[in-house]
């Protein structure tokens, strides 16, 4: 069972640069995030959807952007990298939003934008 | 706004000690709080959550504590072995409709020592 994948693992980038994380999960789970985690900080949440063609913004929208044309899959784009968006991006599942919902993540990808 | 947060950034312990890791929060509307571990380079693991409507949940060599009057959690771990070394991080949710968006505290490293 492979659970959530994302690609790549790491991935330097020249600011000004755009690029896309992919993110797929094979749980049939309908909710899907992103999280970003900066050095010795826990993770926080960039956006977020709840089904296919549903996405959302979570607490650091800004420079990115999302899609969900499917239930499998949930990539995370940034368009003009700047410095500030180093860190290690984490995508996540769960079957639904409600407590009790495990969200499972992936192994993470490590971006550093110079 | 919400805020998960964590009293002690580092904690040591000899193998087969007790380790207790503390978390506080902030917002009142939280019903579900969840404990993760993060192991070095790779995604949080889930370890064990606990609903607002209960003040103790057990897992295996495990234990959360849950006080709604001072907003406080603990993760209890027993009988720790080294490879309970890692970070380990709480996240509350928002309450009500929140869709499973999580807010993480900072994390607490925790060492064990053979």
């Known amino acids: 069972n492979a659970g959530v994948t994302q690609t790549p693992k790491f991935r330097i980038l020249k600011i000004g640069q755009s690029m896309t994380l992919q993110c797929t999960q094979d749980?049939?789970?309908?909710?899907m995030y992103w999280y970003r985690q900066d050095p010795g900080m826990g993770l926080k949440l960039i956006y977020y959807s709840v089904g296919a063609g549903i996405t959302d913004k979570g607490e650091v929208p800004n420079g990115y952007n999302v899609s969900r044309s499917t239930t499998e899959d949930f990539p995370l784009r940034l368009e003009l990298a700047a410095p500030s968006q180093t860190s290690v991006y984490f995508c996540?599942?769960?079957?639904?939003?409600?407590?009790?919902?495990?969200?499972?993540f992936g192994e993470g990808s490590w971006l550093t934008v110079v | 706004g919400e805020s998960v947060g964590l009293h002690l950034p580092t904690l040591s312990v000899q193998e087969g000690d007790n380790s207790i890791i503390n978390c506080a929060y902030s917002n009142s509307a939280s019903d579900y709080f969840i404990w993760y571990k993060q192991e070095s380079g790779k995604g949080p693991q889930f370890i064990i959550d606990?609903?607002?409507?209960?003040d103790k949940r057990q897992g295996q060599r495990v234990t959360v504590l849950l006080n709604k009057t001072v907003k406080h959690l603990s993760l209890q771990i027993a009988a720790t072995q080294p490879g309970d070394s890692a970070v380990y991080f709480c996240?509350?949710?928002?309450?009500?409709?929140?869709?499973?968006?999580?807010?993480f505290g900072q994390g607490t490293i925790l060492t064990v020592h053979p």
């Open positions: 606990i609903r607002s409507n209960m």
């Open positions: 749980m049939n789970h309908n909710y």
């Open positions: 996240a509350g949710n928002a309450g009500g409709t929140s869709y499973g968006k999580l807010t």
């Open positions: 996540a599942s769960s079957y639904s939003g409600g407590a009790g919902n495990t969200i499972y």
